[in-house]
């Protein structure tokens, strides 16, 4: 049995066990001419034995993706010939591996039988397993829905049964939502704990100089290479500060406009365009930033007698700024427009004209949305890596002059993980020590604007 071909059994089967458990519930619904009635709805009952075809349906195919591969390697491992695995240059993972890159339809000249002949049996043993399980699941749902079919009488409340599970399908989402969030954090402290063990802590947070590139030979300069952080935060926050410098004042005000000032033909016709940027793929902006505002900008410079850089921070910055509108702009416009109508007629009843009421009454009101809103953008422009990487470059210099090349700690990150890395050695897993600064760092600005919004909401509620 295929896999497209399960696919539309079960969905047959799950349109089935519905309607028949629906159909079911609405025909003791007639048969009752005197008492009380099922005490659900008819719809609630095929959808509780719809639940009990796709919950053990769902176990079975999750365990299987999971153990799959080690079940298929343990009955491989079983059917390979001896001699070959005696005759065979190198360890076993080795050979298992050639065995199932092996195609035995293309066979390559020289290829010994003996593996041709294994790859033969494992692309069997994959097809007719997978088949098997398929049936499986079938076999398990069907019973299962028709056991709950069972249960279709005047005493079993199948709203509340339903509604229960779906309590405790929510939960499981959140509770692997925590557990996932856990492991990336403990992921990310195991390897950077490796890399202080390497280079000292304050050598890294508070160092000057950051050159990871390790010397090939023992007597070259820089031999064990610079770990100091200082250039990269600086770098981020650089070009950070451009970004919102950008979008904040022109995203907030452009949804001040929309929300207050436009009519509403307006408004739904120039929300959508803006929102547009959005969509736009970091690499497109990253292209504008490289080609467009960069040399613009340098020409610029030079005519005001300045020098910049052909790679900057202000360039970056800029087209970052340009990136992040949308979401300044869209999330500020939904909340000042869920400002209470009430508050407004309260000031313009006290005599304050519109551009007093927007500033005095409106923005406080909105004031734990729209910081919401720039948190986000913050959050947005410190992860951002194309639009560096092609309009900033990846030189870690220690500057606050705009006009010059910097980086930022997400490039950085990137640049020590591309390509054949060994993770042991401290060129790399200074890449982890990166993410959990940053990670702690954000984590850290998350809480500071919680208590804002706290106070103000406080205040304003």
Known sequence: MGFWSFLIIFCFLSFYIHWYGTTKALKINEDITKGSKLPSLPSYYGTYSLLWLLLP?????????????????IFLKES??????????????????????????????????????????YQTLTTNSDSYVFLLVLVVGLISSLVSLRKVSTFFRARQAVEKANINLLIFCSVIAIITTIGIVFSLIFEAVRFFERVP???????????????IRE?????????GAIPI??????????????????????AIYLAEYARPTVRKTFKPILEILAGVPTVVYGFFAAITVGPFLKDFVSSLGLSMASESALAAGGVMGIMIIPFISSLSDDVITSVPTSLRDGSYAMGATKSETIKKVILPAALPGIVGAILLAISRAIGETMIVVMAAGIAANLTANPLEAVTTVTVQIVTLLVGDQEFDSAKTLAAFALGITLFFVTLLLNLYALKIVQKYRERYE
């Open 80 to 121: 390979i010939p001896l001699n070959l695995v005696d005759n065979f240059k190198g360890n076993p993972s080795m050979l298992i591996d050639t065995i199932k890159a092996t195609n035995p339809e293309k066979i390559f000249p020289g290829t010994n039988p003996l593996i041709i002949d294994s790859a033969a049996y």
């Open 233 to 254: 935060f600086t770098g981020t926050l650089l070009i950070t500060l451009v970004a919102m410098a950008v979008a904040i004042p022109v995203g907030l005000l452009s």
């Open 57 to 73: 349906s769902s176990i079975i195919l999750i365990c299987w993706f999971f153990f799959k591969p080690y079940i298929i390697d």
């Open 219 to 227: 007597d070259q300069i820089a031999s064990q290479g610079s770990f």
């Open 201 to 215: 802590f304050f050598d890294f947070l508070f160092g000057l100089a950051w050159s990871p590139q390790t010397a």
